[in-house]
């Protein structure tokens, strides 16, 4: 089972997998009500609608896939909560607010306006509850645009959002409204990995290994690593924060199992709020999205956590339900950092005044094809958690291309500091080709679209990559 997830999950075919003739069963209404479902830390692949029901049930996301479009190719801005937060709600890149880490920096909300002041001032009534961790003061709600805030802790609050987002569908309103609840786990995974308390509650012990999922097909190291992505291994695993240097093959699968548990804990959470859209009849005209702000490795090449640019942690579920939509999947390349706001503003008649970088997503929703040739998208990171190994404390910065065929990334330091996937013949990322003369033109390619990219963007790493 596991092993068709992976496959499954990382890409097994670039052929669309959309279902025939995906249109909406009735036209789009003017000011649709819109519902945003955050989980954080959770794997693209990770829902029993992907990977079936053997080791993880998942029945409140399963039904917005079967009533919505999967987007099966949709990547985090950065793999780290503030900065791929931070990106999806102004569809700004990461680099143009200059957040790349978990810090505390504020950005300015007249340069950098969230999804939630334009929809306010295109009259609706906004609300956010739950996992706030985004550089905007929470308080100052005439700024960052969500007027109803409720439980915005950093964790032990999963329990807390759906009475707080029931009272809010609940109140009555002449206008549309937009809603964000925003959950934490599975990210308590984090906590379960250093042996701490779980800060939205337990979720029971792990049977013995041989009753928990398999390790993944990609937990070995890749071949041909490079000395960067070694050293920063090191680097994390010499942390208290990651101490999974000494995990056995059962601890990992120990570690899998639990994480899907934390996974079906918010599902339940997810399937509160979805029953009081349905019964108070606001399904009807409700668009939902659900996303993950990031991954988690799971193991994969002995990584927990998120930062990276793998599969596992990059890589995110996307999927826009609505009423009457006839289901299906998409391989259309998604960066839900800048994709998410102008998708949102389309599908509600927002008008953006503002160019921004992103793509609206709302001709493949509503129509099932799209005109828009994208040949690649871009992910950033700034890996610096880890902890000093040999005098020596790694903090690159990196960027990561995916085309339509192979995933690239570089980082600011290291002796070898690149490195090429074939994701169609390779989706576990376990060969890296960057040193493989047979893929010199592959690997110059990625170089030239990068390049083109960050010119195009102004992104000041364009220095790295013409050393």
């Known amino acids: 089972m596991i092993q068709l997830s992976i496959k499954g999950a990382l890409g097994c075919s670039l052929l669309t997998m959309f279902a025939p003739a995906g249109t909406m069963a009735q036209k789009l209404p003017d000011k649709p009500n819109i519902l945003i479902i955050i989980t954080d830390q959770q794997s693209s692949e990770s829902l029993s609608y992907n990977i079936g029901n053997k080791h993880l049930n998942t029945p409140n996301m399963d039904y917005l896939a079967k009533h919505g479009i999967s987007f099966t190719n949709a990547y985090c801005a950065n793999p780290l909560s503030v900065p791929s937060r931070s990106s999806m709600f102004t569809g700004r890149y990461p680099h143009e607010l200059g957040i790349q880490t978990n810090d505390e920096k504020k950005i300015d909300p007249k340069e950098f306006p969230t999804f939630g002041k334009i929809f306010e001032k295109a009259g609706y009534e906004t609300g956010y509850v739950g996992k706030w961790h985004l550089p905007f003061d929470i308080k100052d709600t ?62 029971g012990k792990p049977p013995s290994a041989d009753q928990c999922p398999p390790l993944r097909l990609n937990h070995a190291v890749s071949r041909n690593e490079t000395d960067i992505m070694q050293t920063l291994r090191e680097s994390y695993q010499a942390s208290s924060l990651f101490p999974v240097s000494g995990f056995s093959d059962k601890k990992w699968r120990q570690y899998i199992w639990t994480y899907y548990r934390m996974i079906e804990k918010v599902d339940g959470e997810i399937g509160k709020i979805l029953s009081a859209l349905r019964e108070s009849g606001l399904d009807k005209n409700t668009i939902i999205v659900f996303l993950s702000d990031h991954g988690d490795c799971q193991g994969a090449h002995l990584w927990n956590q998120k930062t990276v640019f793998f599969e596992e942690a990059s890589k995110v579920p996307f999927i826009i339900s609505f009423y009457g939509l006839k289901a299906g999947k998409s391989e259309y390349l998604v960066q839900t950092g800048i994709d998410l706001m102008p998708t949102l503003c389309d599908l509600a008649g927002i008008i953006l005044k503002r160019q921004l970088p992103g793509i609206s997503l709302k001709q493949i929703i509503t129509t099932g094809s799209s005109n828009l040739n994208r040949e690649y998208i871009v992910v950033s990171d700034k890996p610096v958690q880890g902890d000093t190994v040999n005098g020596y404390k790694p903090q690159p910065e990196g960027r990561m291309l995916r085309n339509k065929k192979f995933k690239y990334w570089i980082y600011s330091e290291g002796k070898q500091r690149e490195t090429l996937y074939d994701l169609v013949n390779d989706p576990g990322e376990m060969v890296n080709l960057s040193m493989d003369p047979k893929f010199k033109s592959e690997l110059e390619n990625c170089r030239k679209e990068l390049t083109e990219w960050a010119e195009k963007y102004t992104d000041p790493f364009i220095r790295y990559m013409l050393k």
């Open 142 to 203: 005439e700024s960052q645009g969500f007027h109803y805030t409720k439980n915005n802790k950093s964790n032990g609050v999963d329990s807390l959002i759906p009475g707080s987002a029931i009272k809010f569908l609940k109140t009555r309103r002449d206008k549309p409204f937009l809603l964000v609840a925003s959950f934490v786990n599975p990210h308590n995974i984090c906590e379960w990995a250093r042996g701490q308390n779980l800060p939205d509650g337990n979720v």
